[in-house]
């Protein structure tokens, strides 16, 4: 049994969760999916690792994964516990000394951006075309009614490792992603971990349109 720590994304709450965190049960592992402090203009990453440290408790056999913005806090998480595996779902890579308003330049996402809206949808400003699109309406309006605002604190803090833990890494890229679109995702996995990712047939929120294909994706890291 592997105990999964699923981090959130940016406004986002631990909820997000809760249907993967119901699947990795089903399968036999113990998962938390804590609420990171994002709505406080007092916190950066560090506290928000902070607070999914404490929600670890005791629990030993870690695999962290984190989607979108919570990949900037899944390494940090290997820095300060024996973690096991760590993944990154549809997720922000970040690099030693990198602030998160950095990113979108670094990557190239506008670029990005501008390439795959040629299909009309990707880079919408409506968030039930980029984000909800495959989740079921009642699953997308309770996922809007918890949203919180992000916090802009952390924007200009570099990301506070000096290097990137020795901790295996696996990625999974959404192939109906309309945030982050799947040619871009791929080429930050590449170029950043140095790995192939995995694919799922899903959008940006995953954890809510295919809960149960994600559980068993993270299922098979662990009991292969």
């Known amino acids: 049994m592997s105990t999964f720590v699923l981090i959130h994304g940016a406004g986002d709450v631990g909820w997000s969760w809760h249907l993967v965190v119901r699947a990795l049960r089903d399968l036999g592992h113990d ?3 804590p609420d990171l402090p994002c709505d406080d203009d007092r916190t950066g990453l560090n ?3 902070d607070a ?3 929600a670890i408790g005791n629990r030993r056999r870690l695999v962290v994964v984190g989607q979108s913005f919570g990949g900037f806090t899944v390494p940090l998480i290997a820095a300060r516990l024996p973690v096991d595996l760590l993944v990154f779902v549809t997720a922000m890579i970040p690099r030693p000394g990198e602030a998160p308003k950095d990113y979108w330049k670094n990557t190239r996402y506008k670029e990005a951006i501008r390439r795959a809206s ?3 949808v990707t880079g919408n400003d409506d968030p039930d075309v ?3 699109h495959d989740v079921p309406r009642k699953l997308a309006e309770e996922a809007k009614r918890r949203a919180r605002p992000q916090s802009s604190a952390h924007d200009h803090e570099p990301w506070p490792l000096e290097a ?4 295996a890494a696996r990625a999974i890229v959404c192939t109906d992603d309309r945030f ?3 040619a871009y995702a791929r080429r930050v996995v590449t170029t950043r971990l140095g790995i192939v990712p995995d694919e799922i047939a899903a959008g940006h929120c995953v954890t809510l349109s295919r809960p149960r294909e994600l559980a068993a994706m993270l299922h098979g890291y662990v009991n292969h």
């Open 31 to 33: 998962a938390v999916a």
């Open 47 to 49: 506290q928000y690792a």
């Open 52 to 54: 999914v440290i404490d």
């Open 118 to 120: 040629s299909d009309g």
């Open 130 to 132: 980029v984000f909800y």
């Open 164 to 167: 990137w833990p020795e901790v």
């Open 180 to 182: 982050f679109p799947p």
